[in-house]
């Protein structure tokens, strides 16, 4: 059966992370893949939704070439992004997980500090990916894709603690379904 929610869902997503990529500009393109990782949509969804788009005029495809197929969006497709940043309102679920995060990123940059295993520039690398989740934080519309890649980052440098491993990778599976 069809979850027509779900689809709309992830135009929605797919729409605003275009519109967001482009700069809400005619004239700036991005790739399928930056769209799929901001949107949190799988390879074949961001190709099926993106076909879907294109039929609709909201956005158009540059060149092709699968995920690195470059994406425009359309006047109309910014009227509908903008459409939808007007009367979207955070979920109570989007706030609480916005102050799960913003601890879980103190915890962090505590933790950083105190980790000897690490070099200085691992160091220097997760100090930075934490800073620009906060900095995400605070936006109106915080990009998810940033966030969801600085955790994963900080999965990957620092796989030898196990806690802090365990928790960024927590966080990366819990934000691809905001």
Known sequence: MVDVEKRERERDNYLLALYELADGMVTHW??????????????????????H????????FETMGGLEGSVSITPLGIDKAEQLLRT????????????????????????????TSLSGDDRLNIT??????QAQLMAPLPNR????????RIRQIWPTVVT????????VTVLRGW
């Open 145 to 152: 894709g940033i966030i969801k890649a600085g955790f994963e």
């Open 53 to 60: 788009l294109v039929q609709q005029r909201l956005c158009k």
């Open 88 to 115: 979207r309102t955070p979920r109570i679920s989007d706030q609480e997980l916005i102050r799960n995060v913003e601890v879980i990123v103190q915890v962090l940059l505590i933790e950083v500090e105190r980790e």
């Open 128 to 133: 930075t990916d934490l800073q620009s989740v």
């Open 30 to 51: 991005t790739t399928h893949r930056a769209i799929a990782s901001d949107a949190g949509l799988s390879d074949r969804e961001v190709q099926e939704v993106g076909q």
């Open 164 to 171: 802090v491993s365990t928790v960024a990778a927590n966080f």
